[in-house]
């Protein structure tokens, strides 16, 4: 038997997200588990927007032409990595590229970030000392 503060805490709402296809991208997929673990209020307010805007989002009808804000700003809160190079929360995808893209040797920094990256934890293909 649950108590009262636990069905307050914690309600699992049905998610609907066939309006965006067979595969829905993954920012959507990501956002729809984090309403499914709390609310959409408590989903937005994490990722930095409205209740309505996660709603939205989830039925594929956001009003804007584009919902590149709103991915960014999902995959930034909920798929992001805590980059030892940077200090930040970053994406994947902004690892994955960083990473993969050419030695910066024009930029000394540049380069010492670069270096770090090919030895993180997060790189899947990382050589050096610590594999």
Known sequence: MSTPLNNSIRRTRTVDITNWGEEPPRWIL???????????????????????????????????????????????????????????????????DYRARPAPTHNPMAMRMWRHCQSCPHNPDRQGENQ
């Open 30 to 96: 990501l956002l729809a588990d984090e309403v499914r673990a709390t609310n959409r209020k408590m989903a937005g307010e994490r990722i930095g927007v409205s209740r309505s805007a996660v709603s939205l989002a989830l039925a594929n009808r956001y009003p804007s032409p584009s919902t590149d804000s709103i991915e960014k700003k999902v995959l930034l809160a909920l798929d992001g990595l805590q980059c030892p190079a940077q200090q930040l929360t970053i994406s994947v995808e902004q690892c994955r």
